[in-house]
């Protein structure tokens, strides 16, 4: 063959190659390749169906606080980093949503088989005293395994501001919601009383754990 068709040749199957790569870089960057690479959208989209409760909007972290217990012991968010924990709201003198509140939790937890953190703030703080918080949670198997946060109006105000929560008013109940935190601190999952049970409890605990294990999810 003349060398002149041999450079030819060559000169083509050279561009042709540059061809090709160039096609392969287009689609790793727009093409289905980049498919592939799940955005923030894809991602929260796929950690949403790992839960059953509603997923909270993305970045909305759980108001610091610090209160006291029913016992007179300190109380805060920023203690409670770096595992998931449960925080619903809830007065002590309730005799309907509160307990129904109480033993979902309860049971949650038997069924999850381990107790996280859980942490009630109080909503009508004028009768939330701690004997009453006291009470409460003998009256409802939960001492040793849920803390009632305390405190003034104003001091709860916040609280209850900070998680989209109305407390107990006189002409109308409270918000009888319960929240899923993160090991990162923020709030992720929400259940209505009415949707709120035992097992999609324990269930999205139990995901939680596992997202802490493996070092967290992208938000």
């Not at 007179?72 to 920023?78: I, K, L």
């Not at 449960?86 to 939790?105: G, M, R």
């Not at 942490?119 to 009470?135: I, K, M, Q, S, Y």
Request: hydrophobic share 40%.
């Amino acid at each position: 063959m003349p060398p002149g068709r041999v450079i030819v040749l060559l000169a083509a199957g050279l561009l042709s190659i540059a061809g090709i790569a160039f096609g392969l870089a287009g689609q790793s960057a727009s093409g289905p390749a980049a498919a592939g690479t799940p955005g923030p959208e894809v991602t929260r989209s796929a950690r949403a169906e790992r839960f059953q409760g509603s997923i909270m909007p993305d970045g909305v972290r759980a108001p610091d606080f610090t209160l006291r217990d029913q016992d007179g012991e300190p109380v805060s968010m920023r203690a409670l980093r770096g595992r998931p924990a449960i925080v619903t709201f809830l007065y002590t003198t309730c005799e309907e949503s509160c307990p129904a509140q109480a033993q979902q939790i309860k049971i949650g937890l038997d069924r999850l088989g381990r107790d996280v953190p859980a942490l009630a703030v109080a909503v009508n703080p004028e009768t939330d005293t701690p004997a009453n918080a006291n009470r409460f949670l003998v009256e409802q198997g939960m001492v040793g395994r849920m803390d009632i946060a305390l405190g003034s109006r104003r001091e709860l105000e916040r609280v209850w501001k900070g998680f989209a929560i109305q407390p107990q008013l006189d002409d109308a109940e409270h918000q009888a919601r319960t929240v899923l935190i993160d090991a990162n601190g923020y709030q992720l999952v929400g259940f209505p009383l009415d949707q709120l049970t035992p097992e999609r409890l324990a269930g999205d605990v139990r995901t939680l754990l596992a997202e802490a294990r493996a070092g967290g999810a992208a938000r």
